[in-house]
């Protein structure tokens, strides 16, 4: 299956509401249509996750932000351009997403990707992706396909074939807790 094929494989496996065992610019990641409800709940399901602990998204466009955050910080675009490595931002007033997904606070934790894998998916979806470290809650984050336990590539719908065999060993994404007020914290470097 070449690369496109599996995009477009993807897109429609995702439309239906299946789960998929994905890469993103970081580490691989357990993911779903970010809008459907009965999809997030899945995952909370095969990681073994409390409800309580939301799940990050994955846009491929920073002007898509303003489909789902009531309000951006103009902050956010300056960290956001001027950030060297992948970078994850907690912003206030989620909306149009599975309510699964938001916090209590009502905040939404949102990665804008580069990777040719998933932004094209996510740009074919039109809608944002969960993405999720591949591990059940507890265990250790895989950093590469091959630490990706058994257990989870068997509850998956799809396991996707591209980039299986990169052996560089990535990091999570750094996360900044961003307020109304324009000021922000790091909460994993």
Not at 19 to 35: E, M, R
């Amino acid at each position: 299956m070449t690369l496109e094929e599996e995009i477009k494989h993807s897109v429609k496996l995702l439309k239906k509401g299946k789960i998929i065992l994905h890469p993103t610019d970081t580490i691989w990641g357990i993911g779903c249509d970010a809008t459907n409800s009965k999809a997030v709940q899945k995952i909370f399901k095969i990681k073994g996750r409390l409800h309580t602990k939301s799940m990050i998204i994955l846009l491929d466009d920073v002007a898509k932000l303003e489909r789902y955050i009531k309000q951006v910080p103009p902050i956010a675009y300056d960290l956001i351009e001027n950030s060297v490595s992948p970078l994850t931002i907690v912003y206030p007033g989620a909306i149009k997403l599975s309510k699964k997904l938001i916090a209590d606070d009502g905040s939404i934790a949102i990665r804008i990707v580069k990777g040719r894998y998933s932004a094209e998916v996510i740009r074919q979806l039109d809608r944002p992706l969960v993405s999720t470290s591949a591990n059940i809650s507890g265990q250790p984050t895989a950093r590469t396909f091959n630490q990706i336990s058994d257990d989870v590539k068997d509850k998956v719908d799809h396991v996707v074939e591209h980039f299986r065999d990169k052996t560089k060993t990535l990091k999570p994404s750094t996360i900044i807790k961003l307020e109304k007020s324009g000021r922000f914290v790091i909460l994993r470097p």
